[in-house]
């Protein structure tokens, strides 16, 4: 499902910022709000209903901040080279007062720009925030790194 199958297309991860929050295909996604979800109560975070289009929710009361965003369990994304980590600040979203949820969608659920979308996992502009992607298309390769803290860190803008 994460190999791009060459007759048919399906399958792999893309990286898009069409897409709001990222997406997963149904097997994946469930595997994944299970195994967070898990992770979460074992970091005492209290679970809250779902705020659609979101699944797994939690209190964001008494939840420590960090420069990175909520002290949430990290998300590890494995790649050929390398582990690309998420922070809470990538991948939690503030959808209330008091509560957050993480920012990853069903594949239902999420509007797809493409008549036929094929792919199993898209990273979306949430995720992507405040990481700098290289892409070296000769030798076919991507980089990833992070600031190690969220813009907002840096920049606080009046408001009116």
């Known amino acids: ?5 060459r007759k048919s297309g399906y399958g792999g991860t893309k990286i898009s910022t069409s897409y709001s929050y990222s997406t997963l295909k149904t097997e994946i996604y469930k595997a994944f709000i299970e ?13 809250v209903a779902a705020v659609e289009p979101f699944a797994a929710c939690f209190s964001s009361k008494g939840v420590a901040r960090t420069k990175l965003g909520p002290a949430v369990p990290t998300i ?21 007062k008091g509560v957050m949820c993480l920012g990853f969608v069903e ?11 094929r792919t199993s996992i898209v990273i979306g502009g949430h995720q992507l925030e405040d990481i700098v ?3 070296d298309l000769a030798s076919s390769t991507m980089g990833f790194s992070s600031a190690q803290s ?11």
């Open 35 to 47: 195994a967070f979800v898990r992770e979460a109560k074992a970091m005492k975070l209290k679970r």
């Open 1 to 5: 499902m994460l190999v791009i199958d």
């Open 76 to 96: 590890d994304l494995v790649l050929e080279s390398g582990v690309w980590r998420m922070f809470g600040g990538n991948s939690m979203v503030e959808v209330g």
């Open 107 to 117: 594949e239902e659920i999420q509007e797809f720009k493409d008549e036929e979308e």
């Open 133 to 135: 992607l290289q892409f």
């Open 150 to 160: 969220t813009c907002s860190k840096y920049f606080n803008l009046p408001t009116n």
